[in-house]
T-cell receptor, first 121, second 111 residues
Framework: GAGVSQTPSNKVTEKGKYVELRCDPI?????LYWYRQSLGQGPEFLIY????????DSGLPNDRFFAVRPEGSVSTLKIQRTERGDSAVYLC???????????????????FGEGSRLTVL | EDQVTQSPEALRLQEGESSSLNCSYT??????LFWYRQDPGKGPEFLFT???AGEEKEKERLKATLTKKESFLHITAPKPEDSATYLC????????????FGKGTTLSVSS
């Protein structure tokens, strides 16, 4: 597609339930990121994939959060035993990394999706 | 601790009234500073990257500048369509690829 696609756009769930959020990045983008944005705050880094592997998961708040990208394209963010504090907009972003390119010229220029708004009741 | 502070939190301008948004940062080695625009209900949209003090970038009515401690986003003769939240983010040398965002400045331009 033309941009980063995220589904669902809205998800309402009950405390304790399991949730999956999907991200389809721009075709050909090898780098994929998940961020979380609470109301009135800037996005907060969760995890970064380069290809199929999680290159940096230091932002995941606890072991209830997990993300996969099995074929190096679509990614799924999984949240177990949801809590009310997990309510936020979950943003996915992708960027293009080419071999031989200077790292700093590409890693901050992210293309974001419109986000998945998660509400935990 | 790496940190980004944006001011003001909100700014109201009349169409054509130029102003500046501030982004102050503390980071252990700056790899890059980034400005994004975010419209309500949308994801952030990339505007500029700045790498070193003294650098400037321009795009239409926007100009971003960088010093060793802060960045400014100057808006010249704004129009109502410039209304949005402007986010500043830094990438630290020791933080891998993660961006650290400020809370943003919400700009409203009235005609």
């Amino acid at each position: 597609g033309a941009g980063v696609s995220q589904t669902p756009s809205n998800k309402v769930t009950e405390k304790g339930k399991y949730v999956e959020l999907r991200c389809d990045p721009i075709s050909g983008h090898t780098a994929l990121y998940w961020y979380r944005q609470s109301l009135g705050q800037g996005p907060e880094f969760l995890i970064y994939f380069q290809g199929t592997g999680a290159a940096d998961d230091s932002g995941l708040p606890n072991d209830r959060f997990f993300a996969v990208r099995p074929e190096g394209s679509v990614s799924t963010l999984k949240i177990q035993r949801t809590e009310r504090g997990d309510s936020a907009v979950y943003l996915c972003a992708s960027s293009l990394r080419r071999g031989g390119q200077r790292l700093k010229s590409l890693t901050g220029e992210l293309f974001f999706g419109e986000g998945s708004r998660l509400t935990v009741l | 601790e790496d940190q980004v502070t944006q001011s003001p939190e909100a700014l109201r301008l009349q169409e054509g009234e130029s102003s500046s948004l501030n982004c102050s940062y503390t980071v252990s080695g700056l790899r890059g500073l980034f400005w994004y625009r975010q419209d309500p209900g949308k994801g952030p949209e990339f505007l500029f990257t700045l790498y070193s003090a003294g650098e400037e970038k321009e795009k239409e009515r926007l100009k971003a500048t960088l010093t060793k401690k802060e960045s400014f986003l100057h808006i010249t003769a704004p129009k109502p369509e410039d209304s949005a939240t402007y986010l500043c983010a830094v990438q630290a040398q020791q933080a891998g690829t993660a961006l650290i965002f400020g809370k943003g400045t919400t700009l409203s331009v009235s005609s």
